[in-house]
């Protein structure tokens, strides 16, 4: 007992120490947090601490977010964080994503060699919110891929034993792995913001605008990256779909138990269309739908969900964030308030054919003449060696082709070579 309470009289003399630090030694402290979220604990913990973290927000801040962001990533949240201005002025002119892409190419050649300038209090603080909602994502796609793998290693009969990426946590990547996919989110981030429109009415670059302005700018397996991105925000948004759906169908239930079916049978007294009243406090009237249609008929499914969803994944990561974490009545308003139907997005950007430009010119007659790349480690400047492994059968001018797009179901291009080879999934040809 006397140790004991040695002990509680050290640590209690250890935080009366640490609070009677000059305010200046405290900021620096505050400065060298690991991450957002320890420093939010302690401003938490101590009104000390707290009220030295006021005189000088804007450099802990982003001290923070620097030592939060893999460094090689640290440009493309800045360009992000850029974005803030756009908030206030959603519209861009056309030419806008060209020289966005110019300016950006410059600074992160720049930054690369020199200490990033600090950024304003207000960008700092919207990209602390931005990041917030990227790791969030990030270690949801982490869980939901590797246990599509897991799924994957289990029908093909490779299950033998605990794998390193089966039920794989966020807290478990490599910097790399955890690198390649905090640029995936914030390549796609930035996409959103330049070409997302607000409604159909809204005219933006079209598919092939957008390939040539922004995809022709990166590497082939960053293009790859944003995809799978894309492929798992959509799987998400099909969910968050489901889930208001059978909230509406258990509520209409326990007021009137009724076949589920005549909810979306014609001529049914209980069938709902956007005509009903008790349709119309559902459905806001600005939704698109075919006429004599409820919103969760089979044909309405089929002719507009996908094209909502990909109106909704454009609405930039924080969003998209916060309606994954959505329940019950607030779900149904968020849903309701931003369905709509856009112009082109990433999905048709993906299938125009690569820009035909002289690296891929050689790239092609490479090919051509059975040349294979070469896998130069696990490196984030470096296409991972699962990207290389699926290449060599799935060779095409096409960003996403077929086998890809199943390859993206288990996050193929972001994990090492390690939790690859582990898998088993390589050894297969």
């Given at each position: 007992m006397e140790s004991v309470n040695a002990n509680r009289g050290g640590l209690e003399h250890y935080h009366l120490t640490l609070e009677k630090l000059l305010p200046e030694i405290r900021i620096l402290i505050l400065s060298q947090f690991p991450s957002l979220k320890s420093l939010y604990s302690l401003l938490r913990a101590s009104p000390h601490y707290y009220q030295s973290f006021l005189v000088a927000k804007k450099q802990v801040l982003f001290a923070?977010?620097?030592?939060?962001?893999?460094p090689e990533v640290l440009p493309y949240a800045i360009?992000?964080?850029?974005?803030?201005?756009?908030?206030?002025?959603?519209?861009?002119s056309r030419h806008d994503p060209t020289r966005f892409m110019q300016r950006f190419k410059k600074q992160k050649s720049l930054q690369s060699s020199m200490t990033p300038l600090p950024l304003s209090l207000s960008m700092s603080i919207y990209l602390c919110q931005l990041h917030r909602s990227i790791q969030l994502l990030v270690t949801d796609f982490t869980g939901y891929t590797t246990?599509?793998?897991?799924?994957?290693?289990?029908?093909?009969?490779?299950?033998?034993?605990h794998s390193t990426t089966d039920g794989l946590d966020a807290a478990a990547l490599s910097e790399v792995e955890a690198g390649r996919l905090q640029r995936a989110f914030y390549h796609f981030e930035i996409y959103?913001?330049?070409?997302?429109?607000?409604?159909?009415?809204?005219?933006?670059?079209?598919a092939a605008d957008q390939s040539r302005m922004f995809l022709a700018h990166?590497?082939?397996?960053?293009?790859e990256e944003m995809a799978s991105v894309h492929k798992y925000l959509l799987a998400n948004l099909a969910e968050v779909f489901d889930q208001v759906e059978f909230d509406f169908v258990r509520s209409v239930a326990d007021e009137d138990p009724v076949d589920p079916r005549s909810l979306t049978t014609p001529g049914?007294?209980?069938?709902?269309?956007?005509?009903?009243?008790?349709?119309?406090?559902?459905?806001?009237?600005?939704?698109?739908?075919?006429?004599?249609d409820s919103f969760f008929s089979t044909v309405t499914k089929q002719s507009y969900h996908a094209k909502y969803m990909e109106y909704m994944v454009a609405l930039g990561l924080p969003f998209l964030c916060r309606i994954f974490t959505t329940k019950g009545q607030e779900l149904k308003q968020l849903v309701t308030a931003n369905c709509?139907?856009?112009?082109?997005?990433?999905?048709?950007?993906?299938?125009?054919?690569?820009?035909?430009?002289?690296?891929?010119?050689?790239?092609?007659s490479a090919h051509a003449r059975g040349e294979k790349l070469q896998f130069k480690g696990d490196r984030i400047d470096q296409p991972n060696e699962g990207w290389l492994w699926a290449r060599e059968s799935i060779y095409s001018v096409l960003y996403n082709s077929t086998l890809a797009r199943n390859f993206q179901l288990w996050g193929y291009v972001f994990w090492d070579s390690q939790r690859l080879r582990a898998s088993g999934l390589m050894s297969l040809t």
């Open positions: 923070v977010l620097c030592r939060s962001i893999q360009a992000a964080s850029g974005f803030l201005s756009r908030l206030k002025r959603p519209k861009l246990s599509i793998l897991g799924s994957c290693r289990q029908s093909l009969g490779l299950a033998n034993g959103s913001q330049l070409f997302r429109t607000n409604s159909c009415a809204s005219i933006g670059p079209n990166l590497l082939d397996w960053e293009v049914d007294p209980r069938y709902f269309s956007h005509e009903d009243d008790c349709w119309k406090d559902y459905v806001d009237p600005s939704w698109r739908f075919m006429e004599g709509d139907v856009g112009e082109d997005f990433f999905a048709k950007a993906l299938a125009i054919s690569r820009i035909h430009t002289e690296a891929l010119e050689l790239e092609q």
